[in-house]
């Protein structure tokens, strides 16, 4: 599948869902970009990932402090998403959204475990 396909879908799925949120997590999503990008490989410390990943929080989260040099981004790795469905469309957009939310969830201060008890793992 090419990436502009797989880019179309996502952000499909991206806007779908956050006008789905609720307000108040809505506008704390608007000041954390989403980007898409094929794999990992663009990011600073890349070289520290396995290059299996899905997505990607980087940054300072709702509960600590901002840092000017490091903004929150979410990065979603769009050609490993769709590897990971086994290359189906509405699997892949579920797993967008899946992979979003969780993403999302770190943004807004969750750790690991508390990201799973909310069923987004």
């Given amino acids: 599948m090419d990436f502009a396909t797989l ?18 997590v809505r ?12 794999r990992p490989g663009e990011g ?3 070289d520290e990932l396995e290059g299996d990943e899905l997505g990607l929080f980087e940054g300072a989260s709702l509960l600590e402090e901002a840092d000017a040099g490091d903004p929150p981004r979410i990065r979603l790795f769009l050609e490993n ?4 469905v086994e290359e189906d469309e509405q699997d892949y957009r579920d797993e967008v959204g899946t992979t979003l939310l969780h993403e999302l969830g770190h943004y807004l201060g969750w ?8 069923g987004l793992e």
């Fill in 7 to 24: 880019s179309r879908w996502a952000e499909e799925e991206v806007k779908g869902l956050t006008r789905a949120l609720p307000p108040e």
């Fill in 27 to 38: 506008k704390a999503a608007a000041n954390c970009p989403v980007i898409f990008e094929p």
């Fill in 44 to 46: 600073a410390f890349d």
């Fill in 81 to 84: 998403l769709w590897e990971y």
């Fill in 111 to 118: 750790d690991e475990d508390e990201v799973a008890d909310r």
